[in-house]
């Protein structure tokens, strides 16, 4: 099973591994770990749950990926709310650095999903392999990233959520101009990424025309590098964030509370496969620093 994982080129794993010093010499950085529950009878989700380095028994959990589909792709999910048990789909090594999985979708198509600890950061990849004789085109993916038992990163209130605009960090919704109307039950923010797609105009997401009423609101401000983090609360040296390349669109929802950056593969031929990585990291800092990590990573996806 272990031929499942893709171990990631040493340039991307080192990708997210810098972190501001502590003057706290006491400070003691616990080492990251992968977990999964042993069955989804709770949750309704397969999630992968990654421990904090900062408290001991916190973790965050990872939807991976929360909801995929595309043109001639039936998709795959976490989400197992058919009312049957089921076994978590995760495996892991030894020592709990590294997690993967892969699964047959309904139409035949193959989904892999792995996950790499590198320090303070965990290094993502998706695959898609089509093994069918149709193109898969349009692929949506939604991966959701929660602070769950971390309560300190749960952001409600967007007051907490930054990204980055041309390089430079943006407090989301107060750093931004948004745009459309203002949903009845909670505003749910949406980012294009720069040189991507108009998310408005992708008529299978729903987020703008959902039943009939307004469902997200969009930034007239473009994303780069496509990184969404929230700080702790109460302190802005402590992060706890995701990217992904390519990406389509950065997306926060403060009703879970959740943020996405979320990947868009190149289209699939028959007989193919398409990748996209990504990480989630905890980072010790400023957002300006993380940001600068952000486009470290991103330029060392094409050397």
């Avoid at 149709?134 to 309560?151: F, G, S, Y």
């Avoid at 969009?218 to 780069?224: G, K, N, Q, V």
């Avoid at 990217?243 to 996405?260: D, L, Q, T, V």
């Avoid at 979320?262 to 699939?268: G, I, T």
Wanted: proline share 7%; net charge negative.
């Amino acid at each position: 099973m272990k031929a499942l994982l893709t171990i990631l080129p040493l340039a991307l794993v080192l990708g997210f591994t810098c972190a501001a010093p502590s003057n706290d010499t006491g400070n003691t950085k616990l080492p990251v770990k992968l977990f999964a529950s042993a069955d989804t009878s709770k949750s309704m989700l397969n999630m992968l749950y990654v421990s904090s380095p900062w408290n001991g028994g916190e973790f965050m959990a990872l939807d991976f990926p929360e909801h995929s589909w595309g043109k001639n792709f039936s998709g795959v999910s976490t989400d197992t709310r058919d009312g049957k048990p089921h076994p978590n789909r995760w495996q892991f090594n030894a020592d709990s650095t590294e997690a993967w999985y892969e699964v047959t979708a309904k139409d035949g198509n193959l989904f892999r999903a792995s996950a790499v600890v590198d320090s303070m950061a965990v290094m993502l990849e998706m695959e898609f392999t089509n093994k069918t004789e149709t193109p898969i085109t349009d692929i949506r993916i939604l991966v959701c990233t929660r602070a769950h038992t971390m309560r300190a990163f749960a952001d409600t209130s967007f007051t907490m959520t930054w990204v980055a605009v041309d390089g430079k960090p943006v407090q989301l919704g107060e750093g931004t101009t948004m745009i459309g109307e203002v949903p009845e039950d909670h505003v749910r923010h949406v980012m294009n990424i720069r040189g991507g797609p108009d998310n408005r105009e992708l008529n299978d997401l729903g987020w703008f025309t959902a039943w009939g009423k307004p469902f997200c609101r969009l930034t007239e401000e473009r994303s780069w590098p496509p990184v969404v983090a929230t700080h702790a609360r109460g302190d802005m040296t402590r992060w706890l964030g995701t990217i992904w390349n390519p990406s389509r669109a950065i997306f926060s929802n403060p009703g879970i509370p959740c943020i996405h950056s979320d990947p868009v593969p190149m289209d699939c031929a028959p007989g193919q496969s398409t990748v996209a990585r990504g990480a989630v990291f905890f980072h010790d800092g400023t957002m300006a620093g993380l940001v600068e990590c952000a486009e470290n990573w991103q330029d060392s996806l094409t050397e």
